[in-house]
């Protein structure tokens, strides 16, 4: 068989499972590659065997030097190949997800968050930061931000589906809402998308707002810290958690589907209250 046959298939399976945009691009993109390997070395794809495929995953890892985060999402793809593809069982022990190392989250103080927001001079750098933390959005959210989004009078945020596949209302808050006026009347006054990108009709991308924020950390000398747009959100997460507020309604503001995925917030910090202090001393017999 072809490889445009196989991808043909392959788009049309993708399409039936109704991933988003999104996963589509990345599932065409690995099962190419993973078509290319196999035929590069006269292995007919279908026939291809569990070894074989291992051997993929390797090559993945050791010559290409993918993270493990990064080579279980191809194994992901090559699971959906034999699948739904090839219609042949796949064990899951023939093809396991290689363990990932959990990094500790960078949470910055609010008072280091407020001064990385204040110094940063150009208005649309600061409009899409203070919504990364004001409002907790995803950078993806921030970029695909229309004005028609904003609701003054009501002061929420429309966010389209995103991640999870729900849409969301999450509260703006009052110094968000000023930055964003200002960026607003001093920019164009956009329509459309909130931040446009260079091409017409286009958004900022992902990676622009990401190369903004790598760039605007380099200027605190946080060697030591991976500031990047996702630790604004988990700031926010945080912050909300030690301010008291309830774990479900941090769910619903995140966006986070399951509860579990909000059960990071709460972390035990050397400067936390014992719980159990007011026991101190008492006996329970």
């Known amino acids: 068989m072809e490889k445009a046959v196989y991808l043909d298939s392959i788009k049309r399976m993708v399409q039936l499972r109704g991933l988003t945009p999104k996963s589509e691009r990345f599932y065409l993109k690995a099962s190419e590659m993973f078509l290319d390997w196999c035929f590069d070395r006269g292995i007919e794809p279908q026939k291809v065997s569990y ?7 390797l090559h993945l890892r050791n010559d290409r030097g993918y993270a493990p985060k990064t080579v279980n999402s191809y194994i992901s793809v090559v699971r959906f190949l034999f699948t739904y593809i090839f219609h042949r069982p796949i064990d899951k022990y023939y093809l396991p997800s290689m363990r990932v190392d959990k990094k500790e989250r960078q949470v910055l103080s609010p008072e280091e968050v407020e001064r990385y927001i204040s110094e940063l001079s150009n208005l649309k750098h600061k409009a899409m930061v ?12 921030v970029a695909a931000l229309r004005y028609k989004d904003i609701s003054r009078s009501g002061m929420k945020l429309f966010v389209e589906s995103s991640k999870n596949r729900s849409s969301r209302y999450v509260p703006l808050p009052e110094f968000v809402l000023s930055i964003l006026t200002e960026y607003w009347f001093t920019n164009g006054k956009p329509r459309d998308w909130l931040f446009p990108g260079a091409k017409p009709g286009t958004h900022i ?4 707002l990401g190369s903004i924020v790598s760039e605007h950390s380099k200027k605190f000398g946080w060697t030591d810290r991976e500031v990047t747009t996702h630790t604004f959100r988990h700031c926010l997460g945080t912050h909300m958690y030690e301010a008291g507020c309830d774990l479900f309604y941090i769910q619903k503001v995140l966006g986070h589907r399951a509860i579990s995925s909000t059960l990071v917030y709460i972390s035990a910090k050397p400067d936390a209250r014992n719980p159990f202090e007011p026991l101190r001393g008492k006996s329970f017999v």
Do not use: H, I, P
Not at 51 to 57: G, K, P
């Open 51 to 57: 070894e074989r495929a291992q051997e993929f995953v």
């Open 205 to 208: 991308s992902r990676a622009t």
């Open 130 to 141: 203070a919504l990364l933390y004001g409002c907790g959005l995803r950078s993806s959210e």
